[in-house]
């Protein structure tokens, strides 16, 4: 059986979506999103084989939500769309197929059996994603879209990743990873990210470690790792 | 006495000449407001010449002559200003010197001092600021009583003997300062007459020529397209001319004729008449005046008419027809009527410019709004269709009346080519469409509508409130994860109603104040209808609402 998550944001299309993909027999629907932050939490725990993703999608599109998940879980990708021909053919080499609303089950069989052998090919799926430029995180039920030039550091603890700006701090269902690859967000340890524009100073300590100082006066821990790079970036 | 009555009866002769003269074109420029430089060197011969025969008329009076020359002097004077009278004043005068006689120099001298009394008091008019007292018969005398009041001083001072002056301004001085200022004002007045007449003249003309303009504006909206326009047109020159007949033509036939020789000329014949093919081709104005050149009708030898006017009707510099007036044989075709009639094409022109520079915009208004109907949005035809297949599964009777829904959209899209809908069908077409959005959206979209029911039967352009809601929830409420509110209201505000739209989301400021999405058109059409004062208006606050208010004219619901 392919796992499969299904993203749309129309409940009655994701709804004709999982039964005509539960009759091939062939499909497991593991989940059903409404919105690009539920995708990408979904995404990070149930690791799904395939995506049937729509691309018009209210604030976070089908495309955008792409540039969030982080390439280790990354699944293929289905656009599904009720017309969007042209959007569909720029994206046509990059997606293993598409969709167009109504989708009859002949259509959609062919598209299982693409996906069986890319599945069998065992090639990873590898889409090419573009920067993020804003970075959406959760705020008493509602989506607060963050730009990354606005964040001081994002930290990572038990209960999830966190974005820091003079705002406030913010809760993302993006990895550490996604942030640091698709933003200019530097990592300084394994827990933390920092917005170079955004630091005073940095402390050395003995035995390799260090210490940021942010313009806001927050203390981050530098590692040993991360400490030459950090060092490169700025030139020292 | 005796001498008075003489210099009464010359002075009747000079009067008949100055009606003469009042008549004659060389009177024209007195008429203006202005004279010109060429106007006054004109009237510089024309006074000069009444001086002259002032003289020549004169009656010898002891080895002087008794005389009404200081007439043309003093008028000169008064109506051409200082110079002018002057000018005459200095003419008579020497020609009166030349004729020799005791009082010969100073006759001279007094003439010229007449003429320029004369502008004096033109000047002093002026400078007083009654220009029109010029022409007073008034002043007249009294300015030319007393300007001969100094001549017969002039003559006393300058005349030799001094007894023999005395003598003769003893005799003369009565009769001469009478008939003088008598027959300056008796001039004055034939002037002033047919000053006025000219300018009655013209009154009535432009009063015409207006009232042809009005009754004629807006019958030519459509151009000569609707079959009784030339006809209404025609028969509204016809009224207001008096001409014998008017006719209307397009290039190649008759399409109005209205009066005598109705009979036989028929509207929708072709054009017979050479004069009219004549004005087409050369593209300029043929007037038969029936003296020198007769208009002959060629379609019935007993037709009454024997003159006329033909004038080509241009568009861009281009003959589309011609208008042509025409008088019956025993008429004759008045220069006011000439004229009248060019400038009743010229006005006509103008309208069928105007008429095809409206239907050009109406067309592409037209056309535009065909474009944005065929433009249904294939994202909503495609996402309707898939949510009636998945309500289908489950609620057949959902998914019966979300058909109904759509078809019911769709003939409304495609059917509504009229210029005109009521409210209650817009609102009709709006409810269709939120029909299936509704169901797509479920508990994110919700739709109140808050109309005043008098405004039901109101009538406003087609596709105005369909496109506006499409945008709102398009741009606005599927964007948002909250749930979205689309509020559509109707109210009535003194002499406009105002139907406004309103979302939630607040998310598509720019592109409708820069009148994208559509909104252009809508505004455009509403304008284009009902005036600046009505259309389009958006507000939005970034994140919170948009609001689009749609305001045309309320009549009270007549």
Redesign the interface.
């Known amino acids: 059986m392919i796992r499969a998550l299904i993203v749309d944001?129309?409940?009655?299309?994701r709804?004709?979506l999982r039964?005509l993909l539960e009759e091939t027999g062939e499909v497991e629907v593991v989940g059903s999103c409404a919105?690009a932050l539920e995708a990408v939490k979904a995404i990070n725990r149930q690791r799904p084989q395939v995506l049937f993703l729509d691309i018009?999608m209210?604030?976070i599109g089908g495309f955008e939500l792409l540039s969030m998940i982080d390439e280790e879980v990354m699944p293929h990708v289905v656009f599904v769309t009720?017309?969007?021909e042209y959007a569909l053919k720029a994206f046509e080499e990059k997606t293993l197929d598409y969709l167009?609303?109504?989708?009859t089950p002949e259509r959609l069989k062919k598209s299982v059996e693409k996906l069986r052998s890319a599945l069998r090919s065992g090639a990873p799926a590898a889409y090419e994603t573009v920067r993020l430029n804003r970075i959406p995180c959760v705020s008493a039920n509602?989506?607060k879209l963050v730009e990354p030039q606005a964040v001081e550091y994002v930290r990572s603890e038990l209960s999830g990743v966190h974005v820091v700006t003079p705002q406030g701090s913010f809760y993302t269902e993006l990895t550490l990873k996604v942030l640091e690859d698709r933003t200019d967000l530097l990592r300084c340890h394994r827990q933390y990210l920092v917005n170079l524009d955004q630091v005073d100073e940095i402390l050395l300590i003995e035995s390799g470690l260090a210490e940021i100082r942010t313009k806001s006066g927050q203390t981050l821990p530098v590692s040993r790792r991360y400490l030459k790079i950090l060092k490169e970036r700025l030139n020292l | 006495m005796k001498l008075i009555f003489a210099l009464l009866q010359q002075m009747s002769v000079f009067l008949v000449i100055a009606y003469l003269f009042s008549k004659s074109p060389a009177f024209r420029p007195l008429t203006g407001e202005t004279l010109r430089a060429r106007h006054k060197l004109l009237l510089y011969f024309i006074f000069s010449g009444f001086s002259i025969l002032g003289t020549y008329f004169g009656l010898p009076v002891q080895d002087a002559i008794a005389n009404t020359r200081a007439i043309g002097a003093v008028l000169a004077g008064l109506i051409g200003g200082p110079l002018l009278g002057t000018a005459v004043g200095l003419t008579g005068g020497l020609h009166r010197f030349a004729l020799g006689g005791f009082t010969a120099f100073s006759c001279g001298v007094s003439t010229t001092a007449e003429g320029l009394f004369g502008g004096l008091v033109h000047l002093w008019l002026m400078r007083r600021g009654q220009p029109e007292q010029v022409f007073s018969p008034k002043i007249a005398f009294a300015a030319t009583f007393a300007a001969e009041a100094m001549q017969m001083a002039i003559i006393l001072l300058l005349a030799r003997p001094f007894a023999d002056a005395v003598a003769l301004v003893q005799v003369i001085a009565a009769p001469m300062m009478l008939a003088n200022a008598a027959g300056a004002a008796l001039f004055m007045s034939i002037m002033r007459d047919q000053k006025s007449m000219y300018d009655k003249f013209g009154v009535i003309f432009s009063g015409r020529a207006l009232k042809i303009a009005e009754r004629t504006l807006g019958i030519l909206d459509k151009g000569f397209k609707p079959a009784t326009a030339a006809g209404e047109v025609a028969r509204i020159i016809h009224q207001e001319t008096g001409v014998g007949a008017v006719a209307i033509t397009d290039r190649d036939k008759v399409l109005a004729y209205v009066g005598l020789g109705a009979d036989h000329h028929q509207p929708g014949t072709p054009i017979a008449s050479e004069l009219t093919r004549r004005a087409i081709e050369e593209n300029r104005v043929i007037f038969a005046d029936g003296v020198h050149e007769h208009y002959t009708c060629t379609r019935a030898a007993d037709c009454p008419l024997g003159s006329a006017l033909v004038v080509p009707l241009r568009l861009d510099n281009e003959v589309i027809g011609t208008i042509k007036l025409y008088e019956p044989k025993r008429k004759l075709f008045l220069n006011l009527n000439r004229t009248l009639g060019e400038g009743i094409a010229r006005l006509l022109s103008e309208q069928l410019l105007r008429s095809r520079y409206e239907e050009q915009k109406r067309l592409l208004v037209t056309s535009e709004l065909k474009l944005v109907q065929a433009q249904v949005n294939p994202h909503f035809l495609f996402n309707a269709l898939n949510t009636i297949i998945a309500v289908l599964r489950k609620d057949a009777d959902q998914a019966r009346e979300l058909l109904l829904h759509l078809s019911n959209f769709f003939r409304k899209n495609l059917k509504r080519s009229g210029d005109l809908a009521t409210l209650e069908e817009e609102l009709d077409h709006v409810n269709a469409y939120l029909g299936i959005e509704r169901v797509r959206f479920e508990d994110r979209l919700r739709v109140e509508m808050a109309v005043e029911p008098a405004l039901l039967p109101l009538k406003i352009p087609t596709f105005t409130l369909q496109p506006i809601v499409e945008n709102a929830i398009k741009h606005g409420i599927s964007g948002m994860l909250e749930p979205g509110v689309v509020r559509i209201t109707g109210r009535i505000e003194g002499e406009k109603a105002v139907i406004e739209v309103e979302d939630n989301a607040g998310a598509y400021c720019e592109e409708l104040k820069s009148g994208g999405l559509g909104m252009n058109i809508v505004d455009r059409r509403i304008r284009n209808l009902y005036g600046d004062r009505f259309g389009l208006a958006v507000s939005c606050r970034a994140g919170e609402w948009t609001r689009v208010a749609v305001t045309v004219p309320w009549a009270g619901g007549e």
């Open positions: 944001d129309e409940m009655h299309a709804e004709e039964l919105n018009q209210p604030v009720a017309y969007d167009l609303k109504p989708v509602r989506i």
